[in-house]
């Protein structure tokens, strides 16, 4: 996995640092779901490239392809056609199995509906990757318990999802997607269920994650507000990247006090 592979190129628009390969890039990717008159083509050809440590909106019109996109960079689905590199190495000749290996190892993904387990603390919640690493308990125990006071959850281990807002449920699942210390962070829409504020909180969250451990991060988002967090903005369009820019405008970190205040105010 560790050698980028030849056909690794940095040209792209908005894409990787000069000089670095891009951790991720698809080549020409397409994927068509159904078959005959019922196949309907979502994406139609996307190439991108993310340089590690980029940071990554990704917008556009419902249907337009985005979780299409994102579940292939998941390896929660695979392209029609086309090529995925994750590190150089191509990942649609992957097997099923070598496939969940790298999710497992060096991919962390997050959903708008959170997907934690109902009865189970946040603790636990959060453990579930590691239980495939085959990590002795106690490791486990505290790998959770760092990655919970990471995402801002110190002392809320044992209580369950219907204990906490949405917030704080979102803050578990980013701290249960973080936790095998993942490369990259894929995220869809992790806002989407949450209100401005919380949002906002999330955000922040992951920037930081993005600044201070250098985790690549891609986010879906509908909300501007919530795109203007990201370094990049790429925006998909009936199956296509419709544009790729920098983000020149990006919204600054909140100081302590700031955050405070909206949250009084909230
Ligand atoms: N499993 C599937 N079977 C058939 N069609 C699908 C499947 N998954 C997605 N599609 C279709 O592919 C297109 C792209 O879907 P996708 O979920 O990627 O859109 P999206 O940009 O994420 O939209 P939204 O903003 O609503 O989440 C849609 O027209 C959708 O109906
Ligand atoms: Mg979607």
Excluded at 125 to 150: C, D, F, H, I
Aim: aromatic letters at 4%; glycine letters at 10%.
């Amino acid at each position: 996995m560790s050698t980028p592979g030849s056909e690794v190129n940095t040209g792209l628009a908005a894409g990787a640092d000069a000089g670095a390969p891009p951790i991720i890039a698809l080549r020409a990717v397409t994927k068509v779901y159904g078959e005959g008159q019922a196949a309907f083509k979502a994406l139609k050809g996307i190439d991108l490239d993310i340089a590690a440590g980029d940071f990554v909106a990704v917008m556009g019109p419902s249907g337009s392809g985005k979780s299409t996109v994102m579940n292939i960079l998941g390896c929660l689905d695979t392209p029609t056609a086309g090529a995925y590199l994750f590190q150089g190495a191509h990942v649609e000749q992957l097997t099923r199995d070598q496939r969940a290996r790298l999710r497992r190892r060096w991919l962390g993904f997050v959903f708008q509906g959170f997907n934690l387990l109902a009865r189970t603390s946040a603790q636990e919640n959060v453990e579930l990757p590691l239980l495939y690493r085959g990590l002795a308990r106690a490791e486990r125990a505290a790998a959770a318990k760092r990655s919970l006071a990471l995402v801002g959850l110190a002392g809320w281990e044992h209580h369950t999802p219907a204990e906490l807002s949405g917030g704080q449920q979102q803050r578990v699942a980013i701290a249960r997607a973080i936790v095998s210390e993942p490369q990259v962070l894929l995220a869809d829409e992790p806002t989407g269920n949450l209100d401005s504020q919380r949002s906002r909180e999330i955000m922040e969250l992951l920037v930081r994650l993005n600044e201070e451990r250098g985790i690549t991060v891609l986010m879906v988002t509908h909300e501007p507000d919530m795109a203007a967090y990201a370094k990049r903005i790429v925006r998909c369009v009936d199956g296509r990247i419709a544009s790729d820019q920098r983000n020149t405008e990006r919204t600054p970190l909140r100081t302590t006090d700031d955050a405070d205040t909206a949250r009084e105010e909230a």
